[in-house]
C-alpha cells in the first residue's frame, strides 16, 4: 500500500532561530506547513521544501502570553490560530502578496521554459506571504486542544472542562462555551437518559472531528475515550456523548474520514480503532493496532504509551509512533506494512542498537507522498544556548519519503493483474519483462508467454505469462514527464492498461500517457487545454482508449472524456459527453463504463469503437441509472465502485457461457463494508424508458446485501476460461489485518443438479505473508511489494559523521514478492467437507508448475498445527489432507519432502496418517520412482531398525543397477556403508536432478575408474602386475573403499556388485557393463580374472557377436563387388591409408566423446591431449592446410623407416592429425596417388563398415580391459566386430604359450567354427576376414591337439608370453592388418604403454574433485 523509499531529507531550521522546532501542523490543501517553536511561527512551502515567512515574538509578549503550543488552520488556509501555554489563541492573517514570489527557477539558455504557461508560477515558485497577528483571545484556562470546524468554527478544549465554539472572524460574538458536565454519556445513542461525567476536573486531553460521522473524537484526562455528537443539526444544539467501554488509558485520538474510523492510542502502545454502529450508534470495535511478540519479541511491551496517530490524505494507511521512539505504518484495516523498531532500523550493521527516532510531531504532505516530522530528540539537547548553537545544523524536519500503490487512489484497475505503485515523479511497474516480450525484436519472448498462456485461455483475453509477472525482483521504473510535472504536481491518479504497456498518470489539471514499448510520453500540445480540464473520477483504459470523468473548468461542465492513445493528446479527437452531477469514481467492465457520482448515483454506458473517420473514436450511451442514496450515507464513504459477472442465485451452474460474462452485479465498497447490488431476475417485467425503444433491455437492480466487512480492496476479472471456473468467478477480498478472503462459486459434479441446501458461494478467510496488491487469477497467486533495507552505516565511522541521515537510517528499497494461496483455500474446503469442490479446484491447477509444492505446503502446515497442538484435537484434519493428496500421482513425493521438512518428533503423527513408509518405499519402487525411494529410505533408517534400512536399501540398489541410475547407485554404496560401520553420517541427499543416461557411452570423463597407477619404475621391466589400484570417483561416494575394506559390509557391498557384474555379462551387455565399471569405480580386470572361466567365458560367440552389433550399433559387414580385384587389396597403401584414416577417426570420437559427456576440458598432466585438441582444430580448418599438418606428422615416420609402425595402435598422436579425404599424401616420396573410381568405392564401402566413433572407443576400452585379464574369448569377438586381424594374432600369439588354459583354447575353436558356419549362411561379409586369418586358426587347433595337460593362466606369465610375442604380432600386422588395434602387449618403453592408455581409460577427474589419478603403466 504504502512504502518507504531512500532515506529521509532533512529540512534545515534557520540558523539564526532561538530554539528548535517541536511542532508541525498542515494546511488543509497540505502546501504550507505551520512549524511551531517556542516563541517563533515559521510558514513553510511544499514544492519548493522552502521557509517563506516566520513570526517572532517579542520577550515581552512571550512573558504575557506563555510559549507556543499548538496550531491549526482555518480552512480556507488564511488563517492561523495558535495556542499558547497561558491559555490565549493569537490569531494570525497570512495575506497573499499577489504575483510576488520568493524563488524563480532559472532555466539554461535554449531550453523550452514554462514562463508563458498558465499557471505557472503558483506550481513551480514559493509564494511571497505576510505573517500578521490579528487578534488576541484570553480564555483564562489551559488550553487542550483545538479543532477547526468546516462552517467556519473553532472548536477550542480547555482544562476547566469546558468547550469553546468561536468564530474565525467574529471571535467575541461568536463565543459558546459548553460545560462537559451538563452532556449525558451512555453505551448507545438510544439509551433514554446518560450519566454525567459528575467530576470536577474532567476534561478533553485530545479531540478530532470526524465530518462524515458528524461529531468529535474525545479523550478524556483520565483515559477515558467517547464520542461526542450533536442530537440535531448544527452544534450550538444538545450533545450527547457515547462510550467506548473497554478503554481506560486514552492518550491520543485521530480520525478516518473516508472508513468512518476513529483510532485511540493507549498507555499500553496499542491502538485501538473503533467505528460507530449504524444501527445503535454505540462505538464498536473495529481492530487493534499493535506489535506482536512474534514479530517484535524485544521491544513489543516496551514501546511506551502511543504519542501520535496521523492518518494519511487518502485515508488508507495510518502512521503511529510512541513515547519511547519508532515509527509504525499500518493499513487501514490491521495489515502492518513497516515498523522502524526491528531491522537495519533498530540496529547498526555491527549488531549494536540504535537509539530509535523520537517525534515530537509528524504531518503528511501532499498526496501522502511525504511524511514531516521533527525529530524530538533535537529539541530535547538544546537546552542550553551554547548547544543550540552547534545542533542548529542537525535540527530540522526530516522528510520521509514514500512511493504508494495506485489502488490507494484509483481503485478501478484492481481488475488488472499488474502491480503499478506511483512516487512523487515515478511509476513502478512489475511488468516491464512483457515489454520485451511484444517487442517485434525478441518475438521468441513473445511466443514463449503466449505458449504458457495458450493451454489455458479459452479465447478471451489473455492474461500475461507468470514468467512475465515473477520474472524476478526488480521493477521497471517509468520516469514522469519533467514538463508535465512541474505544472501538474503532485501526480494524483495513475492508471495502466490490461496488457501493461500503457500507463496514464493525472496531475493537478490534465493527464498525460506513456507507452512501453516507444518509450515516449504523450502531452496536450494545447496546454490551455490541460489546464482547462480537471480530473475528478479517475481514468481507466478501455482497449487503446483513456477514459477520463474530468470538470471542464472554461465550461463549468461535468465531462466524460474518451481519448484515443495512438492520435494526438487533443480535445479534436475526444470523445466529449456531458455529465449531470460530479464524478467521484470511474471503471470500465469489458464494454461498460461505471461512473459514481456525487449524489449517491450510479450510472451505466455502453461504449463502443466507431472507425468510421482516419482516428477511430468512440459512442458513448446511456444504458442504465441507479439510484443508492437510500443505502449511501455520504458520497465521500464510497470508496470503490466496480461491476462484476458474479451472481448468486441457482441459475450459476446452468447460465449460457455468453451470460457468465454479462455485468451481473454491482460491487460497492462503502467505507469497508462491501455491498453487493444484483439484478433482479425474480419478475418477467422489465422497465423500460421510452425515450431509448431500441435500447438493449436491462435489468432493474434488487436491494444491496452487505457481503463483507473491514474490505480494503476488491479483485474480479471479466475473464471466462471453463477450465478454471472456480478461480475466474470467485470474488477476491483484501481485509488488512484478518488477511484476504475469497468468494469460491460451489460447481455440481458432472453438471449433477446441485443439492438444496448446498450454498451456491461460500466465503473463505485466509492468511498471507504480504500486502496483496494484485491477484492472477489462473495462476493461483498474489502479487505484492515489501519494503527492505540496506545499512550503510559501516561507511561511515568516523565522529563527525555520525549525525548523517546516512548513518542514522537505513536506505528503503521495494522489492516485487508474490505468495501462492491455493493450499490455504484447499484447505478451508476439507475442513467445511466440501472434498469434492476441493478436489475440482485442485484438478483445474494441476498443471501449474508449484502445484506439488501447494499439496505439500497444505500438508506441512497442518501437520505443525496439529501434531504441535498442546490441547487434544476432536476433528483432525491430517487424516483427511492426506486422503485427498492420494488422488494425486504426487502422493508419494509429497509425503516424503514434507516429512524431510519437518523435525523427526512430528513422523510417527504423519505417518499414522500417510501410511507406514515401508508401504511407501515399496510403492515408489513399484512406479519405478527410485528418487523418492532414496528420500523414504533416509525416514526408515530414522524410525526402523538397521536391519530393515539395510533390506530396503539392497532392494533399492539393485533396482538402481538395473536401471542404471549411478548417481543414485553411488548414494546407496555410502549409505549401506553408513549403516554397516555405525557411523552418524548424514544420510545421502535425495538426487534431484537425474543422471543423463549413459547408454550412449561411458562416461568415461566423469569419473575414474581403473586407475594403472603402477609406475615404469616400480616393477621390473617384463613383469606386469594384475594387482590394480582401486579408485572410487573423489564424489558423494568417494571413500568406499577406504582401510577397513576388509569389513563384512564392503564385503556385503562388493557381493551385490560381482552379482551385477555377471547379470550383465550372462546377458551379453557389454556396453552396460563398461558404465557400471566406469561410473561405480568397479575393479572389472580384477574381477573378470577371477571369472575367467565362469561368468566372463563365452558360450555361444554367434549371439554374442549379434548382440554386440546390436548394442553398439555396428553395421554388419558387406562383400563389396570390387574386393577381388582391388589394387589396395594387399598394398602397403592400403594398411597405410587404411590404418591413418581409423586412427584419424579414432581421435575425433575420442574428442567428441569429450563434448558429449559435458566435462570442462581442464588441464591434464597427460601430454597427448593437447597435441590431439590441437590437431583437431586443425581438422576442423580449411583442407587446404592438409599438407602443412602431414608433412609436420609424418616426416617422422618415415625417417625411422619401418612402415609397419604407422599402423601401430599406439601412434595417435603423430597420425590423428590426418584430414579424412586427403588420399594424396600419405605416398613415402609425397608423390600423388592416383586412385580409380572403383578404388575410392571400395575405401568408402570400408567406412561405411565402420560404427559410430562413441561404440569404437568404447569397444577398444573393452578390448583393452578384456586383454588384460585374459579373457581372450572376449577379446577375440571383440576382435572380429572391428575386423582386426592383428588383434586376432595377437591373440593366438598369446595362446600359443603353453599356460593358457586349454578348456579356453577349444571354446575359442568351436567358436569361431560356429561363427563361420553363421557367416556362410547369414552373414557373408565376415567371410573374406575370416579367410585371412583362418591359417591362425589351424595353428591353433594343431596346440589344442597336442596340449595335454594345460596349466593355469597367471598373470604374470601372460604379460611374459605378450613380450615375447610382440614382434611376431607387428610382422603379421604389416600383412593382415587394415586397421589400427588396441593392443594390451606390454611395450618396450612406458611411452608406448603411455599412449596405448588413451584407447580405454578415461580422462583425468574433475580439478573440482578431491584429487586426481595417475595414468601411467609399466
Not at 499577489?98 to 532559472?106: A, C, M, R, S, T
Request: glycine share 6%; proline share 5%; charged share 20%.
Amino acid at each position: 500500500m504504502y512504502f518507504l523509499s531512500g532515506w529521509p531529507k532533512r529540512l534545515l531550521w534557520p540558523r539564526e532561530a532561538q530554539a528548535p522546532p517541536f511542532r508541525i501542523q498542515a494546511d488543509p490543501h497540505r502546501t504550507l506547513f505551520a512549524v511551531l517553536s517556542p516563541a517563533e511561527l515559521g510558514i513553510w512551502y511544499n514544492r519548493p521544501s522552502v521557509l517563506i515567512v516566520s513570526y517572532k515574538e517579542s520577550e515581552k509578549a512571550v512573558s504575557q502570553f506563555g510559549h507556543y503550543d499548538q496550531a491549526e488552520w482555518r480552512p480556507d488556509s488564511t488563517m492561523i490560530a495558535i495556542s499558547t501555554v497561558n491559555g490565549y489563541i493569537l490569531f494570525f492573517n497570512l495575506p497573499s502578496s499577489g504575483e510576488k514570489y520568493l524563488y524563480e527557477p532559472v532555466y539554461p539558455k535554449g531550453s523550452p521554459h514554462m514562463k508563458g504557461t498558465p499557471h505557472y508560477k503558483e506550481e513551480q515558485c514559493a509564494p511571497l506571504l505576510n505573517l500578521e497577528k490579528k487578534q488576541v483571545l484570553d480564555l483564562q484556562a489551559s488550553i487542550t486542544s483545538l479543532q477547526s470546524m468546516l462552517d467556519d468554527y473553532l472548536l477550542v478544549a480547555t482544562a476547566d472542562g469546558l468547550l469553546h465554539l468561536i468564530h474565525w472572524d467574529g471571535m467575541t460574538n461568536g463565543r459558546k462555551a459548553i460545560n462537559l458536565c451538563t452532556v449525558p454519556f451512555s453505551v448507545d445513542l438510544h439509551s433514554s437518559r446518560g450519566s454525567f461525567l459528575g467530576f470536577e476536573d474532567v476534561h478533553i486531553k485530545d479531540m478530532e472531528y470526524c465530518a462524515t460521522l458528524d461529531g468529535f473524537a474525545v479523550v478524556f484526562n483520565d483515559g477515558r475515550v467517547g464520542f461526542i455528537t450533536p442530537m440535531s443539526s448544527g452544534f450550538t444544539a444538545e450533545l450527547h456523548g457515547v462510550w467506548a467501554q473497554d478503554v481506560l488509558d486514552g492518550t491520543c485520538v485521530a480520525v478516518n474520514n473516508k472508513y468512518r474510523l476513529m483510532a485511540f492510542g493507549c498507555a499500553n502502545g496499542s491502538v485501538q480503532v473503533y467505528t460507530i454502529d449504524n444501527a445503535s450508534g454505540a462505538m464498536q470495535l473495529s481492530h487493534k493496532l499493535e506489535l506482536t511478540p512474534k514479530q517484535y519479541p524485544d521491544v513489543w511491551n516496551k514501546t511506551g504509551a502511543v504519542k501520535l496517530i496521523r492518518w494519511s490524505p487518502d485515508n488508507c494507511v495510518v502512521m503511529v509512533t510512541w513515547e519511547c521512539g519508532g515509527l509504525s505504518l499500518w493499513s487501514v484495516f490491521g495489515a502492518q506494512l513497516i515498523c522502524t523498531l526491528g531491522g537495519d532500523f533498530a540496529h547498526r550493521s555491527d549488531g549494536t542498537k540504535k537509539d530509535p527516532l523520537k517525534i515530537s510531531s509528524m504531518s503528511w504532505g501532499s498526496e501522502g507522498y511525504h511524511l514531516w516530522v521533527i525529530d524530538a530528540n533535537s529539541f530535547s539537547n538544546s537546552v542550553t544556548e551554547s548547544k543550540c548553537k552547534n545542533e542548529s545544523q542537525r535540527c530540522g524536519i526530516l522528510q520521509f519519503q514514500f512511493i504508494k500503490s495506485a489502488l490507494t487512489v484509483n481503485p478501478c484497475i484492481s481488475n488488472q493483474e499488474q502491480v503499478l505503485l506511483q512516487g512523487e515523479d515515478r511509476l513502478y511497474l512489475n511488468c516491464g519483462d512483457a515489454i520485451q516480450a511484444q517487442n517485434p525484436r525478441s518475438s521468441s519472448a513473445h511466443s514463449e508467454h503466449k505458449a504458457l498462456r495458450g493451454q489455458f485461455s479459452d479465447g478471451s483475453v489473455n492474461s500475461q505469462g507468470l514468467s512475465t509477472l515473477l520474472g524476478h525482483r526488480h521493477w521497471h521504473v517509468v520516469q514522469i514527464q519533467s514538463t508535465y510535472l512541474e505544472i501538474n504536481w503532485p501526480i494524483r491518479l495513475s492508471a495502466i492498461d490490461k496488457m501493461g504497456q500503457n500507463v496514464a498518470v493525472v496531475g493537478k489539471s490534465g493527464f498525460a500517457h506513456y507507452s512501453l514499448l516507444s518509450k515516449k510520453w504523450k502531452l496536450f500540445g494545447n496546454i490551455t487545454q490541460e489546464q482547462n480540464m480537471t480530473v475528478t473520477g479517475g481514468l481507466a483504459w478501455w482497449n487503446d482508449f483513456i477514459v477520463v470523468a474530468c470538470y471542464n473548468l472554461s465550461d463549468c461542465q461535468e465531462e466524460l472524456r474518451v481519448y484515443l492513445r495512438t492520435a494526438n493528446l487533443d480535445n479534436a479527437f475526444a470523445h466529449i459527453t456531458k455529465v449531470q452531477a460530479e464524478t467521484l469514481l470511474l471503471s470500465v467492465f469489458r464494454d461498460i463504463v461505471i461512473l459514481f457520482r456525487a449524489d449517491c448515483s450510479i450510472c451505466l454506458y455502453s461504449i463502443k469503437r466507431k472507425s468510421d473517420g482516419p482516428n477511430p473514436t468512440t459512442s458513448i450511451q446511456v444504458l442504465q441509472e441507479v439510484s443508492m442514496s437510500r443505502y449511501i450515507p455520504h458520497p465521500f464513504l464510497v470508496v470503490s465502485v466496480t461491476l462484476t459477472s458474479v451472481r448468486t442465485e441457482t441459475g450459476i451452474s446452468f447460465k449460457l457461457p455468453q451470460q457468465a460474462c454479462e455485468a451481473e452485479s454491482i460491487m460497492l465498497n462503502l467505507a469497508g463494508q462491501l455491498i453487493m447490488v444484483q439484478r433482479d431476475r425474480s419478475g418477467l417485467q422489465i422497465r423500460e424508458k421510452e425515450s431509448s425503444p431500441n435500447q438493449r433491455k436491462l435489468l432493474p437492480f434488487c436491494t444491496p446485501v452487505v457481503l463483507a466487512q473491514s474490505v480494503e480492496n476488491v479483485w474480479t476479472t471479466c475473464r471466462s476460461n471453463k477450465q478454471k471456473r472456480h478461480l475466474l468467478e470467485a470474488l477476491w477480498l483484501s481485509c488488512g489485518g484478518s488477511g484476504m478472503k475469497v468468494w469460491l462459486p460451489l460447481f455440481p459434479r458432472d453438471h449433477r443438479k446441485p443439492h438444496s441446501f448446498l450454498s451456491k458461494r461460500i466465503m473463505l478467510p485466509f492468511h498471507i505473508n504480504i500486502y496483496p496488491l494484485a491477484v492472477l487469477f489462473e495462476d493461483a497467486l498474489v502479487l505484492g511489494a515489501v519494503n527492505d533495507t540496506v545499512p550503510y552505516d559501516c561507511l561511515y565511522t568516523h565522529s563527525s559523521t555520525m549525525d548523517h541521515l546516512e548513518f542514522l537510517f537505513p536506505f528503503c528499497i521495494v522489492e516485487r514478492t508474490s505468495q501462492i494461496y491455493l493450499h490455504h483455500i484447499l484447505r478451508q474446503l476439507l475442513v467445511k467437507n466440501l472434498g469434492e469442490q476441493a478436489l475440482l479446484l485442485a484438478n483445474s491447477c494441476a498443471t501449474l508448475p508449484y502445484f506439488p509444492h501447494v499439496l505439500e505446503l497444505m500438508l506441512h502446515e497442518v501437520l505443525e498445527e496439529e501434531a504441535t497442538s498442546r490441547d487434544p484435537i476432536p476433528d483432525p484434519l491430517l487424516p483427511t489432507v492426506a486422503k485427498f493428496i492420494t488422488e494425486f500421482p504426487l502422493f508419494l513425493q509429497t509425503v516424503v519432502h514434507c516429512a524431510r521438512k519437518t523435525e523427526y518428533a512430528l513422523w510417527n503423527y504423519l505417518f499414522a496418517a500417510v501410511g507406514n513408509p515401508k508401504d511407501l518405499f515399496e510403492e515408489c519402487l513399484m512406479v519405478q520412482d527410485l528418487d523418492t525411494a532414496a528420500s523414504y529410505l533416509i525416514i526408515l533408517q530414522n524410525m526402523e531398525v538397521p536391519a530393515v534400512s539395510r533390506q530396503h536399501a539392497t532392494l533399492l540398489f539393485n533396482t538402481a543397477l538395473e536401471q542404471g541410475k549411478w548417481d543414485l547407485c553411488r548414494h546407496m554404496i555410502r549409505f549401506l556403508k553408513a549403516i554397516g560401520s555405525g557411523e552418524s553420517e548424514t544420510p545421502p541427499p535425495t538426487p534431484t536432478t537425474q543422471e543423463p543416461s549413459s547408454s550412449g557411452g561411458f562416461e568415461f570423463f566423469r569419473h575414474r575408474s581403473i586407475s594403472l597407477s603402477q609406475s615404469g619404475d616400480s616393477l621390473p621391466p617384463g613383469k606386469f602386475n594384475l594387482q590394480k589400484t582401486l579408485s572410487m570417483p573423489s564424489g558423494p561416494s568417494g571413500k568406499r573403499w577406504s582401510k577397513d575394506s576388509d569389513c563384512a559390509e564392503n564385503m556385503y557391498i562388493d557381493m551385490m556388485l560381482w552379482r551385477h557384474a555377471r547379470h550383465l555379462l550372462e546377458e551379453i551387455r557389454l556396453k552396460d557393463l563398461g558404465c557400471f565399471a566406469a561410473q561405480l569405480g568397479f575393479e572389472l580386470i580384477g574381477w573378470l580374472c577371477k571369472e575367467r572361466t565362469r561368468a566372463a567365458r563365452v558360450d555361444d560367440f554367434v549371439t554374442a557377436l549379434k548382440k554386440l552389433h546390436n548394442d553398439f550399433l555396428w553395421p554388419f559387414p558387406v562383400i563389396p563387388v570390387c574386393s577381388i580385384n582391388s589394387p589396395l587389396k594387399n598394398g602397403k597403401y592400403r594398411t597405410v591409408i587404411g590404418e591413418q584414416l581409423l586412427k584419424s577417426q579414432s581421435a575425433d570420437s575420442y574428442l567428441n566423446m569429450e563434448v558429449d559427456t559435458g566435462v570442462p576440458n581442464v588441464s591434464r598432466s597427460h601430454s597427448w591431449l593437447g597435441s590431439i585438441s590441437s590437431s583437431q582444430r586443425e581438422m576442423d580448418a580449411a583442407s587446404s592446410h592438409g599438407p602443412h599438418m602431414q608433412e609436420a606428422f609424418l616426416s617422422p615416420l618415415l625417417n625411422k623407416g619401418d612402415e609397419c609402425s604407422i599402423g601401430s595402435a599406439t601412434d595417435l598422436t603423430e597420425t590423428s592429425s590426418i584430414v579424412d579425404g586427403d588420399w594424396t599424401m600419405v605416398d613415402e616420396n609425397f608423390s600423388t596417388l592416383s586412385l580409380t573410381q572403383s578404388e575410392l568405392e571400395h575405401i568408402s564401402l570400408e567406412l561405411a563398415s565402420k560404427g559410430p566413433h562413441k561404440s569404437q572407443v568404447q569397444l577398444r576400452y573393452l578390448l583393452h580391459i578384456f586383454m588384460e585379464a585374459g579373457c581372450l574369448d572376449w577379446c577375440i569377438i571383440i576382435g572380429l566386430i572391428l575386423r582386426e586381424s592383428s588383434v586376432i594374432s595377437q591373440v593366438f600369439s598369446l595362446m600359443q604359450s603353453s599356460e593358457v588354459d586349454g578348456e579356453m583354447l577349444q571354446n575359442i575353436k568351436t567358436g569361431l567354427q560356429a561363427v563361420d558356419r553363421w557367416a556362410s549362411t547369414d552373414c557373408p561379409g565376415y567371410k573374406p576376414f575370416l579367410t585371412v586369418i583362418k591359417p591362425q586358426l589351424q595353428k591353433l587347433s594343431e596346440i589344442t591337439e597336442e596340449q595335454e595337460q594345460p596349466e593355469a593362466f597367471q598373470p604374470v606369465a601372460l604379460s611374459r608370453v605378450a613380450e615375447q610375442a610382440s614382434p611376431r604380432v607387428e610382422d603379421s600386422r604389416a600383412s593382415a592388418s587394415h586397421s589400427a588395434s588396441p593392443q594390451s602387449e606390454a611395450g618396450s618403453s612406458p611411452a608406448t604403454r603411455h599412449e596405448e592408455d588413451l584407447l580405454g581409460l578415461e580422462e583425468e577427474e574433475d580439478p573440482l574433485q578431491e584429487s586426481g589419478y595417475d595414468c601411467t603403466v609399466s
